[in-house]
C-alpha cells in the first residue's frame, strides 16, 4: 500500500475538495441571529493563508503556536493552518487563572499566539513575563473594536497578504499537531499530545453510526470549547463528513443557544449537562406562543464531561424527540472513548438502564478494570475498579512530563482515574472520580450514586458527597445539601434507608445555598473539601 | 500518544470482548435454511486454535497461507487466525482455471492451503505441481462428507487439539496481512497485498453513515466473495461494528439468497446486480400468497463491480422499500472508494442523477482525472479521463511487481483504468473502462453509455460494444445486439439518432442470442473482440 501519512493536512484536502461546499457559520450577533457563513473551501483557502503569515513569521515545524479563542471560523482556520503546516497548536483554556495560562504559554515555550479580540486583556498584563512569545496575532470579529494593545499584528492583515494556497509539507503522522493542558484540580496543568495520526485516526473513528452517527447532511453545533480536547474532535470529524459546523462564538447563554439552534435549523449537538439544563429551562420559561423557540431540527445531542442526568435524557427525549446520548472520555483519550445509545429494549427499563451508562467502548479502545489493589477484574458489569485506557489515540506520556505523572500509567496503559465497571458487551458505567469515592472500611462509596440518591428525595435541589477523615473507618461521608423546600438530615437518611447500602448512608449533612461549580459546570470538590475543615 | 499498531489482530480484540455477542450465520442446507449460527467471541476463539495449529504446521510471520473457500464461518476464522499470527492469506479465487489458480499458489509460494470439502477437487489435480505446498486442510462443513484426498489434514481435528487463546503477536503494522490476484482479462494475475494498516484503515473509513452505514443492530449479509477484494471489507467492518455477519456458503442461487435474506431477517447486503437482477425475477415469479418472499428487512444494498442498471434501483425502490447503493472500488484501492447515496434532492431527477453516479469520494481516498495526453482534468463533472487514485489503502506496487506493471503507476498515483468524471462535490462518474472505451477521430466514445443507450430501444434486449480497427477513425463501434423483438440496425440507427452524438452511432451490428459474460457477470468484452475478426 502507499506510504500516505494521516496527517491534518489530509483533512485540509478533504475540505478544499469533497467538504467544498460545507459551511461554517459563526455567531456573531445573538440578538439578530447575525453570522458569519463560509463555505469549508474557503475556510482551508483562509488556512491556507494563514499558514503562509506563519511561515513568513518565522515559524518551522514543531514550534508551539498557541490560541486564546472562542468557537468561530478563525479558530478553526487557527487548528487547519497550524497543524497543517507542521506546527503544534497549543490551545489555551480561556477558563484558567491567568497566571495559569502564563504558567502554560511558558511551559509550551509558545512563539505566538492567535487571540480572539475579546479575550486579549486576559494575556496583555502577562505578555512581559512570557519570554518566548514573540507575536501577538489579533482576530477581530465582524463589528468588533480592534485592539488597541501595542505591537499587536492583525490577523485579517496578515491573510490578506499571502496566497490562498499553501503547499502542505509530508509530516511524520507520529509527529505532535496540537497540545492541550488538562485543568489538573491538583498540581500544574499537565500538557497532552496529540500526535497527527491520532488525530485523524479518532475522527474515523467516530464517524459510525454506533458513534457520533454524523452525516454530511447534519448542521452540528459544537458547544464544547475549541480548547476542551480539540472540542470533542469536532472539526476534524466534520472535516472528514462534510456536515456543516455550526460555532456560537462566545455566546453560551441558553437564550442564545437555543435561538441559535431554531436559527440554524441544528440537527445534532455536543455540549456539557449543565449547558443543557440551562437550555431546558429557558425554552420551558418561554410561552408558547409568538416568542416560541423550536429545537425541532434536533436529533441528537451528545453530552458528556460529567454524568448526564436522567431527567434531562427524559425530559429531552419526551419534549422535543432529542436523542441525549452520553459520552465519555478526557483530553488524555480523547473524547468518545465510549459512547452510549438511545435503542429499544427489551423493557423501557432496559432501554434507560442502558442510557444511564457511559457508553460501549468505542473502536480503538482498550479499557480494562483494575481494583484498588491492582489486581485486573473482569468484564462483568459489577467488578468496580480504576478504568484504564490502551489504544491508539491514547496518550502515553505528558509533554515535557512532569515530575509525579509516570504513576498515571500502569504498564503500559493509561489510569484514567475513573471508577466503574465495564461489562461483556463493552458497556461502561463510571461510579466516581477516583479521587472522589470515598474509602471507607476498606470499600469504595460512590459519591456520584450517593449524591444521586439524596437528590431523588423531592425536597432536595442538588447534594454533593465528599469524604472526611475518620479514624475508624479511614472515611466518612458529608453530604453537602441544598434544599429546595424544608428537610432535616434524619428525613434524608429515612429515605436513604432504602436506596443505598446502610454504611453508605452519610451521618453527617450540611445545608447550603450553592453546591460550588467548577468552570465547566462540574461540582467542585475542591472548594467542598476546603470547607469540611470543622468536621476533621 | 501510545504506540499501538493497527492490526488485524486488534479487530480479533474488538470480536472477542466488546463485540463477542455478535453472530455469524453460514447457510449450510438452502432447503430447510438450516445454518451454523455461532458468536463473534466463538469465531474469535476459533481462530486462535487455528493459528496455533499453523504454528505447530511451522507457518511463521510472513509466510503464505492460502484459502479455496466459499463464504463461511471457517473462511472467516481462516482471515482472522492466518493474518492475526502475522502470516499472508492467499485467497483463492475460485472461478479461476485450475491452471490460472496454480500459478498464482507458485508465485505466492503459498505453504500451506485450506480448502472446502467441496473444493478440494478444484485443486487435486494440479497439486503435484504446486512444490511449496506442504499441507493442504480440509474444511469439512457440517453433513458435508469428508475428503478423500490422501494426506490432507482435518480442519476441526487440527482446531480441537489446541488452546483458545493464541498471543498474536505486535506485528508491523505496515506488513502484509493478505494476497488477492486480480483476474486480469489479460496476462497473469498481478498480486495485491494488503497490509494490516490499510484494513483498519478502510474498515474504519467504511464505517460512516455516508459509507456503508452500519450499526452493531444490523444483519449484513456479504454476498460478495471473501475471495474478492477481502469481500469489498465486510469481515473486518464486521469486527470493527458488530453487526451479524451472515454468509450464504456456495448458495448463491436467487431462490436460496432471497429465502436465506427473509428467513435469517437480513438487513444490509452487498453483490453485484447480475445477482439482484435475479433476486428480484425469483421473487417476482412467486406468486402473492402461501410461498411468498419477503424482503421487508431490508433496508440497503451496497452494488457494484459493475455499473448498476438504473432500472434495478428503481426496482428495489419501488417494490421492497431498499436503497440500492451504488459502490465503485477495485482490488488495488479496497471497495468503497467512493460511495452513492440515496437521498432526497431538489427533485426527483436530480435524486437519480446522483443515485446514476459511482458515488462520492470516501474518506481517506484522492481521486484525480487524467485526460489521454496525460493532463490532469478539473473536478467539474464535465472532463472526461482516466481516474487515478491515491490514499492508505491504494496498492503502490504489485507483489513482485511482474514486468510491465510499472505503468499502472502515474507519478504516486494508480491508475484504475476507469474513465469518468468527478464533480466539485466529490461525485465520480465511472463512463467505461479504459481498455473498453473506442477511441475514434481522437475522442472517447464510452461504450457502456452507447449499450444503454441501444438497450433503451424496446425491441433489444441486451447489447454490447466494442471497438474495430479503422483507417480513417482509428476505431469505431460495433454492436453486439440481443434482440427481444424483431428490429433492425436501421432502426437502432434511428433511434439512436436523438440519444448519442452522431459520430457515436455504429455503422456495424450483428445480431446474436446472447451476450457472452464472464465468471462475475459482465460482459465479457474479450471474447466478443475475438468475435469481430470478420470486420476488421
Known amino acids: 500500500m502507499m506510504e500516505v501519512p494521516l496527517t491534518v493536512s489530509m483533512l485540509w484536502e478533504r475540505m478544499h475538495t469533497v467538504n467544498g461546499a460545507s459551511r461554517v457559520v459563526t455567531l456573531r450577533d445573538p440578538e439578530s441571529g447575525g453570522t458569519s457563513d463560509v463555505s469549508f473551501r ?14 513568513r513569521l518565522g515559524i518551522v515545524p514543531g514550534d508551539r503556536v498557541a490560541s486564546l479563542a472562542w468557537n468561530n471560523q478563525q479558530h478553526f482556520e487557527t487548528y487547519l493552518g497550524v497543524m497543517g503546516m507542521g506546527a503544534v497548536l497549543h490551545t489555551m483554556n480561556l477558563r484558567l487563572h491567568p497566571d495559569q495560562l502564563a504558567w502554560t504559554v511558558n511551559h509550551a515555550e509558545d512563539r505566538i499566539i492567535i487571540v480572539d479580540a475579546s479575550l486579549v486583556d486576559l494575556i496583555s498584563a502577562a505578555l512581559p513575563r512570557l519570554p518566548t512569545v514573540e507575536h501577538v496575532i489579533v482576530v477581530t470579529g465582524p463589528g468588533e473594536e480592534r485592539s488597541t494593545l501595542a505591537g499587536t499584528l492583525d490577523y485579517e492583515e496578515l ?64 458547544l464544547v470549547p475549541l480548547f476542551h480536547a480539540m472540542a470533542w474532535g469536532m472539526p476534524f470529524i466534520s472535516a472528514v463528513i462534510g456536515n456543516d459546523l455550526i460555532l456560537p462564538g462566545p455566546h453560551l447563554k441558553a437564550e442564545h443557544v437555543a435561538r441559535f439552534i431554531d436559527r440554524e435549523r441544528v440537527t445534532w449537538s455536543s455540549g456539557v449537562p449543565t449547558l443543557w439544563t440551562d437550555v431546558l429551562h429557558f425554552v420551558t420559561s418561554l410561552e408558547r406562543g409568538s416568542d416560541n423557540v423550536e429545537l425541532s431540527t434536533l436529533r441528537m445531542i451528545l453530552c458528556g464531561g460529567t454524568t448526564v442526568p436522567e431527567h434531562l435524557m427524559r425530559e429531552f427525549d419526551a419534549r422535543f424527540g432529542v436523542s441525549m446520548i452520553q459520552g465519555w472520555g478526557m483530553t488524555e483519550i480523547f473524547p468518545g472513548a465510549t459512547v452510549g445509545a438511545d435503542e429499544p429494549g427489551p423493557s423501557e427499563d432496559e432501554r434507560w438502564s442502558r442510557r444511564r451508562a457511559a457508553g460501549r467502548i468505542s473502536p480503538l479502545y482498550q479499557l480494562r478494570v483494575v481494583d484498588s489493589g491492582g489486581k485486573i477484574q473482569p468484564h462483568d458489569g459489577v467488578s468496580v475498579g480504576e478504568i484504564q485506557a490502551r489504544g491508539p489515540v491514547v496518550t502515553g506520556a ?70 472526611i477523615p475518620d479514624e475508624r473507618w479511614g472515611e466518612r461521608p458529608l453530604a453537602y445539601v441544598v434544599a429546595g423546600a424544608p428537610v432535616s438530615d434524619k428525613e434524608i437518611q429515612a429515605f436513604l434507608g432504602t436506596r443505598v447500602a446502610k454504611w453508605w448512608i452519610p451521618d453527617l449533612y450540611e445545608f447550603i445555598d450553592a453546591i460550588p461549580r467548577t468552570s465547566t459546570g462540574k461540582f467542585d470538590k475542591k472548594v467542598l473539601r476546603a470547607m469540611t475543615g470543622r468536621h476533621s
Not at 449524591?451 to 432536595?460: G, L, Q, R
Request: proline share 3%.
Open 42 to 55: 474557503d475556510v482551508a483557502a483562509r488556512s491556507s493563508q494563514l499558514a503562509h503569515a506563519l511561515g
Open 398 to 467: 505528558y509533554f515535557r512530563a512532569p515530575r509525579g505523572t509516570e504513576d498515571k500509567f500502569d504498564a503500559g496503559w493509561l489510569r484514567t482515574g475513573d471508577i466503574g465497571t465495564v461489562d461483556s458487551g463493552g458497556w461502561v458505567r463510571i461510579t466516581d472520580r477516583a479521587k472522589d469515592a470515598i474509602k471507607s472500611g476498606g470499600e469504595w462509596i460512590s459519591s456520584q450514586d450517593l449524591e444521586n440518591a439524596i437528590m431523588a428525595h423531592p425536597a432536595v435541589r442538588e447534594a454533593s458527597v465528599v469524604g
Open 159 to 222: 491573510l490578506a497578504a499571502e496566497s490562498m494556497n499553501f503547499p502542505w509539507p509530508s509530516i511524520d503522522e507520529r509527529s505532535a499537531a496540537s497540545l492541550c493542558y488538562t485543568s489538573g484540580t491538583t498540581g500544574d496543568p499537565k500538557g497532552v499530545l496529540y500526535s497527527h495520526r491520532s488525530i485523524v485516526l479518532h475522527a474515523l473513528a467516530m464517524t459510525g453510526v454506533d458513534q457520533y452517527a454524523l452525516s454530511r447532511h447534519d448542521r452540528a453545533l459544537a
